[in-house]
Antibody, heavy 125, light 111 residues
Framework: QLQLQESGPGLVKPSETLSLTCTVSGGSISSSSYYWGWIRQPPGKGLEWIGS???????YYNPSLKSRVTISVDTSKNQFSLKLSSVTAADTAVYYCARHWIQLWLPGKYYFDYWGQGTLVTVSS | QSALTQPASVSGSPGQSITISCTGT?????????VSWYQQHPGKAPKLMIYEVSKRPSGVSNRFSGSKSGNTASLTISGLQAEDEADYYCCSYAGSSTWGVFGGGTKLTVL
């Protein structure tokens, strides 16, 4: 059974960089067809896709966050990571990692089928 | 990047059926059969319930079904049960410039 687990600091100061890692177990991050994504949820609010990465390093980012986001992958550790720079209180959220099945040629696929439990990151001085 | 539009809340009694709508545009829901639905209980991670408009993952009850008409997708839950009380989110692919967009979420209350 595939499992994902987020890790990283729960508190980040304003203007600094938020860094999180997602460790994948029960399967290989290098599997074809699957991307690996980050989604966040501010307290009491809805879900927002941040970006996704393929094991080769190919990335797709939410245009609204693209200037501040970097997602990377380490296939040797079966991990992928998120960096969000210049954070403000508006970036306070539960951050989830998930397997993201993307296939844009027919028949297409676009959904998140396995999720981590999520980790709360608070931006505060 | 606008979120897909969902009703803030819906409710129903045990045994009844309810439908949650997810309205997008011709750039997302209307153009692609790539709508998915997620169930989220308080304090828990979202769970995939429907993908590609109407397909159910293994293990998801057949009480959950999805459909689409034009720019609006719908999730129907039949034979409502207490355990169905949760937040539900839709998601759609929105083209190569926007990529993916979520709905604002709908809180389902089982009366």
């Amino acid at each position: 059974q595939l499992q994902l687990q987020e890790s990283g600091p729960g508190l980040v100061k304003p203007s600094e960089t938020l860094s999180l890692t997602c460790t994948v177990s029960g399967g290989s991050i290098s599997s074809s067809s699957y991307y690996w994504g980050w989604i966040r949820q501010p307290p009491g609010k809805g879900l927002e896709w941040i970006g996704s990465i393929y094991y080769s390093g190919s990335t797709y980012y939410n245009p609204s966050l693209k200037s501040r986001v970097t997602i990377s992958v380490d296939t040797s550790k079966n991990q992928f990571s998120l960096k969000l720079s210049s954070v403000t209180a508006a970036d306070t959220a539960v951050y989830y990692c998930a397997r993201h099945w993307i296939q844009l040629w027919l028949p297409g696929k676009y959904y998140f089928d396995y999720w981590g439990q999520g980790t709360l990151v608070t931006v505060s001085s | 990047q606008s979120a897909l539009t969902q009703p803030a809340s819906v409710s129903g009694s045990p045994g009844q059926s309810i439908t949650i709508s997810c309205t997008g545009t011709s750039s997302d829901v209307g153009s692609y059969n790539l709508v998915s639905w997620y169930q989220q209980h308080p304090g828990k991670a979202p769970k995939l319930m429907i993908y590609e408009v109407s397909k159910r993952p293994s293990g998801v009850s057949n009480r959950f079904s999805g459909s689409k008409s034009g720019n609006t997708a719908s999730l129907t839950i039949s034979g409502l049960q207490a355990e169905d009380e949760a937040d539900y989110y839709c998601c759609s692919y929105a083209g190569s410039s926007t990529w993916g967009v979520f709905g604002g979420g709908t809180k389902l209350t089982v009366l």
